[in-house]
């Protein structure tokens, strides 16, 4: 099994910034795409970024220029860094992966979530 933990978000005004961090732990081979989604009260989780494991980045177009995903794949880790929060990027924010585990199981995971709320 493979688990992703979020951590980072929280309460933060209109034009500030947060850096939100996940972690994949647990029997790892390998980890393919990572992303980050979100999910506003009343609405669908939709895609904000993503990462393949080479590095090629796609962005929602919502957060062009304004979000920066990375990961560190020697950590088993994929970031969001969040500049210029606006209030309508208020959402549960969730980690995802392509996993593959030590007995070559591929599936894609998702974690528990972490709130950013943009407000003043």
């Known amino acids: 099994q493979v688990q992703l933990v979020e951590s980072g978000g929280g309460l933060v005004q209109p034009g500030g910034s947060l850096r939100l961090s996940c972690a994949a732990s647990?029997?790892?081979?390998?980890?393919?795409?990572m992303g980050w989604y979100r999910q506003a009260p009343g609405k669908e989780r939709e895609l904000v970024a993503r990462?393949?494991?080479?590095?090629?980045?796609n962005y929602a177009d919502s957060v062009k220029g304004r979000f920066t995903i990375s990961r560190d794949n020697a950590k088993n880790m994929v970031y969001l860094q969040m500049n210029t929060l606006k209030p309508e990027d208020t959402a549960v924010y969730y980690c995802?992966?392509?996993?593959?585990?030590?007995?070559?199981?591929?599936?894609?995971?998702w974690g528990q979530g972490t709130q950013v709320t943009v407000s003043s």
């Open positions: 995802n992966a392509d996993v593959l585990t030590l007995v070559r199981a591929a599936y894609n995971t």
């Open positions: 647990g029997s790892i081979f390998g980890i393919g795409t």
């Open positions: 990462v393949t494991s080479d590095g090629i980045t």
